[in-house]
């Protein structure tokens, strides 16, 4: 079915194609038709199933059906959780927005980065502003931008809003827009608070969910790999070659980690990026940037990069640290395999982290086959310090949500051990 039978206009139609698009995805086809008519809409859908375009290109529509106020103001506030989510919808609707004339300006704000030019690209206004709740609301306090000509909000990831804190923040934003308006709450779960958000907010909303059993689920081939520590990368740099694979996100537990496994690649004639929170906002953009265009081949994270990115058909996703949590795991292996495309999950295995491996398998009901790479077979079999998988190196334990002192602890002795183990 094509994308002009949901009552898209033809310049959005053109640019989905041109963007590769050929089908709606199920969110895309539940959704678009409501938004249209301005219904409010719930949506569960994870990051991957074609969300930002299911609410950008109506939404967008909507704003050219009615020319801009002089000057501009708000019309559709989209509300995301992190800097670099923002980023990725601002990109989209963009691409999608391109060929609408008269073209409608959209803006992108985020913490982390000098306010002024942000306040700078607001001046005139705009129709559709993407942003953190924070900087928004500094935003609103610099007199750089109202909200009282919003029409529609959209709640992107509003499960990773209210689990990053932002519930006081979104409170103040939500008593700052008109009450009359459409809203729109995307969310890859309905816990509690999430839905508690969602019946206060929506009126009458059209509930979707893509149950995860949808054609649109990506295929992920998920192996793991029993390798002993020390070995891990020169098992990396040797399936790098070996495959020929040219975009590879790696997972490790720590910043130093990263640093230090992409210099080890690196030198090795991998052209291999560290991406982690010390970074500058700016570096951050510009690693994922180089990326995106394939002149990094590895990019070796902490689970900063774990949730919302979307990166455009990347193929490999390696765990060379286990995540800490089962649901971490699924956050990681998500960011391969998007909107259908297949890719592989590889976690590397040791006799230390084997229990702390099985317990994530447990928790996502999965049993998979262990593999050993010739050459890199492990000697080692028993476990370092028997005993309780929490305490496993390298996982970080499978406790609370929130680290706890004891985690933390756990962490910067994971650190040296990851250390020692680089170094040797
Ligand atoms: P999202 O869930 O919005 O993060 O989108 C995930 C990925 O799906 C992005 O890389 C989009 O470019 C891609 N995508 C969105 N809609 C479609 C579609 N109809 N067909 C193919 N890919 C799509």
Redesign the pocket.
Same mark, same amino acid.
């Given at each position: 079915m094509p994308?002009s039978i949901l009552g898209l206009i033809p310049p959005l139609v053109r640019a989905?194609t041109d963007?590769?698009? &050929?089908?709606? #995805?199920p969110?895309?086809l539940a959704t678009i038709p409501a938004i249209l008519q301005g219904r409010d809409v719930q949506g569960c859908?994870?990051?991957? &199933?074609?969300? #930002?375009?299911?609410y950008g290109m109506p939404l967008l529509q909507n704003l050219h059906a009615s020319p801009a106020q002089r000057p501009r103001r708000v019309r559709v506030l989209v509300l995301v959780p992190t800097r670099e989510l923002a980023a990725?919808v601002g990109e989209?609707l963009r691409s999608l927005g391109q060929q609408l004339t008269p073209a409608l300006k959209l803006a992108v704000v985020f913490g982390g980065v000098s306010i002024n030019p942000q306040m700078m690209g607001l001046r005139g206004g705009a129709d559709l502003l993407i942003a953190t709740p924070g900087r928004l609301l500094d935003l609103v306090a610099h007199n750089a931008v109202t909200l009282s000509a919003v029409q529609t909000l959209v709640l992107d990831e509003a499960d990773r809003l209210l689990d990053l804190g932002f519930a006081e923040e979104l409170g103040r934003v939500l008593a700052l827009l008109p009450e009359k308006r459409q809203n729109l709450l995307f969310s890859a779960t309905f816990a509690t608070g999430v839905q508690t958000l969602a019946d206060q907010l929506l009126a009458d909303p059209l509930r979707v969910e893509v149950p995860a059993t949808e054609h649109n689920e990506p295929i992920i081939l998920q192996r793991v790999i029993q390798v002993d520590a020390p070995q891990r990368t020169p098992l990396l740099r040797h399936l790098i070659k070996d495959h020929g694979w040219t975009r590879v996100l790696v997972f490790v537990a720590t910043k130093y980690a990263a640093e230090l496994v992409a210099e080890k690649l690196y030198k090795t004639g991998i052209f291999a990026a560290p991406f982690h929170g010390n970074l500058s906002q700016g570096a951050r953009s510009q690693v994922l940037a180089e990326f995106k265009d394939e002149r990094w081949e590895v990019v070796v994270t902490t689970d900063l990069a774990a949730r919302g990115l979307?990166i455009?058909?990347l193929p490999v996703v390696v765990n060379y640290d286990l995540p800490r949590s089962p649901t971490d795991y699924l956050h990681r292996i998500g960011r391969t395999g998007?909107?259908?495309a297949s890719g592989v999950a590889l976690s590397f295995v040791s006799a230390d982290t084997e229990a702390h491996f099985r317990l994530i398998e447990r928790r996502q009901h999965l049993s998979l086959p262990r593999e050993q790479i010739p050459g890199f077979e492990p000697n080692q079999t028993e476990p370092a310090s028997a005993g309780d998988p929490a305490s496993a190196p390298g996982t970080g334990g499978v406790k609370g949500k929130r680290p706890s002192k004891k985690d933390k602890l756990r962490v910067a002795a994971t650190a040296d051990a990851t250390l020692k183990q680089l170094h040797a």
């Open positions: 994308f989905a963007l590769g698009f &050929s089908v709606p #995805t969110i895309q859908a994870q990051t991957g &199933s074609g969300k #930002t375009a299911a990725q989209m979307d455009a058909q998007r909107a259908g």
